[in-house]
């Protein structure tokens, strides 16, 4: 019985190897430009205002996670923080739904000081919400001594009144926010940018604000900032709106405002759809759902050209499933391939920060709502942040969609990071690198149209990656991400083959690569992802 066992086993995994196919394709880097770039500070994640009894689908994943409970203390919390700042500073925006109903506790505010809770007709069916100025020192010692980059989103809609369900009239009341950022100077507190409201752009969420009203009141915080800061250089940047993109709202707003009222034009990304959606994962592995997308960028980046070439694109908040993320999805290893590959869209389209919804909190954040532990997106947040520099550089490749390819300068040093991304669960890409550079080819139309032959004359005739001889000794970086057991919904990622765990006095785990041949073959087996460092390519737009 156990033999016949064992042959069935034999049977089925030599079935296995059979059904997987091996597609043998040409990567082409053109390293002679940028053709876009990033923030240093690219990465990005949220501290949102939700409290504990923020449920959806019967699920309350939130817990103490909200910039006013968190536990600032653990030192889980401190070392993740930390652990994304060793290379270069991370950015935390502080903000989300409840933002433009929390009051700021100083000055002259006359309300008192009340914590959400739930209340029928509220805005999210919850109550205003109030910071302590304790808390909010509090919450700034730990921004220092864990050495991020602060967005603080601004109540937008203080002072207005509503004039029809979900729209919002009537002038904002500056007063609050003026004694706030008195405040925040006051006690040496650096905000590197004030974000004006959250989601009220178009038709909004919960509640919308005009574009010209909106502009208007944009204007007048500008105002503030300048006033408030006068002595200071560089001043906190003024991002808005902090909503999902509509065309004819965000050319009215920046029309309206003029030169030098906005710095960043911030718009959120929740492409997958709500969190409850039994299609999730295959959203996600679906790279012609996840171009979708990319009309949105192009459309933005427009918009700025057009109405607002001072200001520059964010992602102000994305956490790919609203309503808190997927369960068992959001917060596991196959949710990466969509971060990963948003990461790399955005910045093709000259996206400069990416903030990701959520560092902790609901389904989605970066680290476990009550453990602290980060999960396996953090680790492609830290991937990404040590190894891709800021300029990004164009990738051509004959590969099907289903293989994802970015390449950035590296960061911190010479050469190149490529980003790939293979959705496909039964493809192994089998990758040559070639340097466009190195590229003489005189080939007719007839043979452009044709993607074998095209494929095979490169292989015969392209150079190798760098500009030296292809018989030196020289290595690439393989950082090469699975998951425990290939289970895509497992909550510990593998690199290289071995876990990702904290170590026991709670440490950041080393990301060590494995270093391969150059001249080897490059492969990236079915639903995994690979950065490749090659340090020796030679692309003269990163120099």
């Not at 004694?179 to 038709?203: A, M, V």
């Not at 005189?442 to 015969?460: A, Q």
């Amino acid at each position: 019985m156990g033999f016949r066992l064992l042959l069935l086993l034999f049977l089925a995994s030599l079935s296995a190897i059979w059904a997987q196919n091996v597609e043998d394709d040409v990567i082409i880097v053109n390293g002679t430009e940028a053709i876009a770039s990033t923030d240093t500070n690219y990465i990005c994640a949220t501290i949102d205002w939700w409290p504990h009894d923020k449920c959806n689908y019967d699920q309350c994943p939130w817990g103490s996670s909200s910039i006013i409970n968190l536990d600032l203390s653990h030192p889980l919390l401190a070392k993740a923080v930390q652990g994304l700042c060793s290379f270069e500073r991370l950015r935390i925006r502080v903000g989300g739904s409840l933002e433009d109903k929390v009051l700021y506790d100083v000055g002259t505010l006359s309300s008192p000081c009340q914590p959400f809770t739930k209340m029928v007709g509220g805005l999210f069916g919850f109550s205003k919400g109030c910071l302590h100025m304790d808390r909010w020192d509090e919450v700034n010692h730990f921004f220092n001594k864990t050495g991020v980059i602060v967005t603080f989103g601004l109540n937008a809609l203080y002072g207005r009144h509503e004039i029809r369900k979900g729209v919002w009239g009537g002038d904002w009341n500056s007063s609050n926010v003026n004694d706030f950022i008195k405040y925040t100077i006051s006690k040496g507190h650096q905000i590197d940018s004030w974000e004006f409201g959250n989601e009220l752009s178009g038709t909004g969420i919960g509640a919308s604000v005009g574009a010209g009203q909106y502009a208007r009141d944009l204007i007048k915080l500008r105002a503030i900032i300048d006033e408030s800061y006068k002595n200071f250089n560089p001043k906190p940047l003024l991002v808005a709106p902090g909503g999902f993109y509509n065309k004819e709202w965000y050319n009215k707003l920046l029309q309206v405002t003029g030169p030098q009222v906005v710095n960043a034009v911030t718009h959120h990304v929740y492409n997958l759809g709500a969190g409850v959606d039994h299609r999730l994962v295959s959203k996600i592995l679906d790279p012609h759902h996840l171009n979708k997308i990319s009309e949105t960028f192009s459309s933005l980046k427009e918009t700025i050209q057009t109405y607002g070439p001072w200001a520059s694109a964010w992602v102000g908040e994305s956490g790919g499933a609203f309503n808190s993320g997927g369960h068992n999805i959001s917060n596991t290893f196959v949710n990466s391939f969509w971060y990963l590959d948003q990461l790399g869209m955005a910045a093709k389209f000259d996206t400069k920060v990416y903030c990701r919804q959520t560092l902790i909190g609901g389904n989605y954040g970066l680290l476990d709502t009550t453990t602290f532990v980060p999960k396996p997106d953090y680790y492609s947040a830290l991937l990404w942040h040590r190894l891709m520099g800021k300029k990004v550089i164009a990738v051509d490749t004959s590969a099907s969609p289903y293989l994802r390819s970015y390449a950035h300068c590296s960061k911190g040093r010479d050469g190149i990071t490529l980003l790939l991304i293979n959705l496909s669960n039964q493809t192994e890409f089998k990758l040559t690198v070639q340097n466009s550079m190195n590229i003489g080819l005189n080939m007719d139309e007839k043979t452009n149209t044709k993607r074998k032959p095209f494929i095979h004359g490169l292989k015969r005739v392209v150079s190798w990656v760098g500009s030296k001889s292809s018989d030196q000794s020289s290595f690439r970086e393989e950082y090469h991400l699975t998951p425990m057991d290939g289970e895509l919904q497992s909550k510990t990622m593998l690199l290289n083959g071995k876990p990702l765990q904290l170590a026991d006095s709670g440490d950041i785990p080393n990301l060590d690569s494995v270093l391969i041949d150059v001249n080897s073959p490059m492969s990236v087996p079915p639903l995994s992802i690979k950065f490749v460092v090659l340090p020796t390519f030679d692309a003269s737009g990163c120099k």
